[in-house]
């Protein structure tokens, strides 16, 4: 894992929540169906992206934990906080790496998903914590992941 690639990540994921905000709120989704779902899970991207600017990591276990700590101190809501918990499971994963394939990624996603689950006293399917588990699963999707994993780390490594 490299920070810039991270970082980058980071920054795609969070113009992807400011762009869908309103309609994630509109959605009222579990754990409370407070209609503030996307802007939490915004700010808490926000939060993290702001972390990830200011790390100076240099190794892997470092971007690791860097990570990890910025996703729970930032955590806004319900929401924020599920995401810090599929971060921290994910990290678990990616931090034990130096590279980073299709294959590991899925396994990231799972233990994400896992993390979210064990997190939540009664968990409901079809929330927030799904998406990992669907994504982690299915091959023709860690199939498309390490070929954009590939694609992204050609392009972040081309002078």
């Known amino acids: 894992m ?8 980071a920054r795609s994921a969070l113009r992807n929540l400011e762009a869908h905000r309103r309609r994630i709120d509109d959605l009222n989704v ?5 209609g503030d779902t996307g ?15 200011r790390s100076t990591a240099a190794t ?3 971007l690791a ?25 994910m990290t678990r994963v990616l931090g034990e790496q130096e590279t980073v394939d299709g294959e590991i990624l899925a396994r990231a996603l799972r233990a994400g ?18 998406p990992p588990t669907q994504r982690g699963t299915t091959s023709s999707a860690a199939r498309a992941r390490s070929e954009l994993a590939t694609s992204v780390s050609a392009r972040l490594n081309t002078p």
């Open 2 to 9: 490299e920070l810039e690639v991270v970082r980058h990540l």
């Open 30 to 34: 579990y754990p409370v169906p407070d």
């Open 39 to 53: 802007t939490n899970l915004t700010l808490t991207m926000r939060g993290i992206v702001d972390e990830l600017e």
């Open 60 to 62: 892997t276990e470092q």
């Open 65 to 89: 934990a860097d990570l990890q700590r910025a996703a729970t101190m930032e955590a806004k809501g319900n929401s924020g906080v599920i995401l810090s918990t599929i971060v921290r499971g």
């Open 113 to 130: 998903s896992t993390s979210a689950y064990q997190a939540v006293k009664v968990p409901v399917a079809a929330t927030e914590r799904s």
